[in-house]
C-alpha cells in the first residue's frame, strides 16, 4: 500500500517557466512533508520541507503548498533552470511514526 | 555532508547467495532506515531501526533482514539473493524521525 503517492512521473519544462509536483498522502498522523532532489549516481538530499500547520513554505526559487483538509501538496519551482535537472521525491514523515515514506518521484527535466 | 557511509558501492552477486550490505554513520543518530530504489517506484522502505537491536519492518520486507547491534552499524541481509532483488539500495540516517540523510547507495545486481 503506496502511502504517498506522486505524479506526474515526468516533468518536461522550458527554461524560466514554473514546475509543479503534486504529492498526496494518507496517513494523517504524518507530521513533516519534506522534499528531496537526486541526482544521477547521488543519494537524495533535503531540499525543502513543511509541517501541516502552514500552509505556504518559500526558500528561493522553491515552493511548497500544503492542504491539509485534502492532505496534499506541491513543490513549485520558480524560474526553473537547467541546473534543476533532477529527481524529485515528496515524503511523509514525524507524528507517530518511525518510519519515512516517499513517493514514487518525478524526473524533472529542464529545457535551455 | 552527513557522515554516512556504504559498502560496498558496487556488488555482483549470484541467484541464491547470502548478501549483506552495510550502513555505517558518524552522527550518533537514533534512526536509520533502509530503502530500496526501482524505476517506476521510487523509494520503497525495506526495515527501518529506532534503536540498537531495535528494528521493524517496512513496505518491501520480504527476503530482507536487518540487525543493529551498535548505534553506528546499520545491515541489510539478503538470504538467499533472487534477480527481482536488483536494485540500488540506500541507507538514510534521522535524528528527529523526519529529515533524513542518504547515504551514496549500493548498486546490486543479482545474475
Known amino acids: 500500500q503506496q502511502q504517498v503517492k506522486q505524479s506526474p512521473q515526468s516533468l518536461i519544462v522550458q527554461k524560466g517557466g514554473i514546475s509543479i509536483i503534486n504529492c498526496a498522502y494518507e496517513n494523517t498522523a504524518f507530521d513533516y512533508f519534506p522534499w528531496y532532489q537526486q541526482f544521477p549516481g547521488k543519494g537524495p538530499a533535503l531540499l525543502i520541507a513543511?509541517?501541516?500547520?502552514?500552509s505556504e513554505k518559500k526558500e528561493g526559487r522553491f515552493t511548497i503548498s500544503f492542504n491539509k483538509s485534502a492532505k496534499q501538496f506541491s513543490l513549485h519551482i520558480m524560474d526553473s533552470q537547467p541546473g534543476d535537472s533532477a529527481t524529485y521525491f515528496c515524503a511523509a514523515s514525524g507524528g507517530g511514526n518511525n518510519d519515512m515514506r516517499f513517493g514514487a518521484g518525478t524526473r524533472l527535466t529542464v529545457k535551455p | 555532508d552527513a557522515g554516512i557511509t556504504q559498502s560496498p558501492r558496487h556488488k555482483v552477486t549470484e541467484t541464491g547467495t547470502p548478501v549483506t550490505l552495510r550502513c555505517h554513520q558518524t552522527?550518533?543518530?537514533?534512526?536509520m532506515y533502509w530503502y530500496r530504489q526501482d524505476p517506476g517506484h521510487g523509494l520503497r522502505l525495506i526495515h527501518y531501526s529506532y534503536g540498537v537491536k531495535d528494528t521493524d519492518k517496512g513496505e518491501v520486507s520480504d527476503g530482507y533482514s536487518v540487525s543493529r547491534s551498535k548505534t553506528e552499524d546499520f545491515l541489510l541481509t539478503l538470504e538467499s539473493a533472487t534477480s527481482s532483488q536488483t536494485s540500488v539500495y540506500f541507507c538514510a540516517i534521522s535524528g528527529d524521525r523526519r529529515s533524513a540523510f542518504f547515504g551514496q547507495g549500493t548498486r546490486l545486481t543479482v545474475v
Open positions: 552522527e550518533n543518530h537514533r534512526y
Open positions: 513543511i509541517r501541516p500547520d502552514v
